[in-house]
């Protein structure tokens, strides 16, 4: 690729926009994963009777477990948010910037 073209598409606005938009929403969603796993991570350290404690009286099954896959569940939930969007908003955007970028 010629250095005009890359000179090109970083100045492009629409590339711009695209670069800025898909990092805040990355880091967005990162903070999001990050806050529930420390939270889920920090409540085992400090109080992990919250999550022993049985979810009805006599009951096996922990307070924990249920939490524990909603922590897994909610990483595939965020993952197929950032996964819809890139797919529609930021694919239609690259499709745009490329065809600037060729002269269409």
Known sequence: MKQEMVDR?????DFIHLVKTRSKFAWTLTIVMLVIYFGFVLTIAFDPSILG???SAGAVTTVGIPVGVAVIVSAFILTGIY?????GEFDELT???KAKAKGE
Do not use: C, E, M, Q
Not at 9 to 13: F, S
Not at 83 to 87: E, G, L, T, Y
């Open 9 to 13: 598409i970083k100045n492009d606005p």
């Open 53 to 55: 404690t049985p979810l």
């Open 83 to 87: 996964v819809r969007r890139a797919n």
């Open 95 to 97: 499709a745009k910037i």
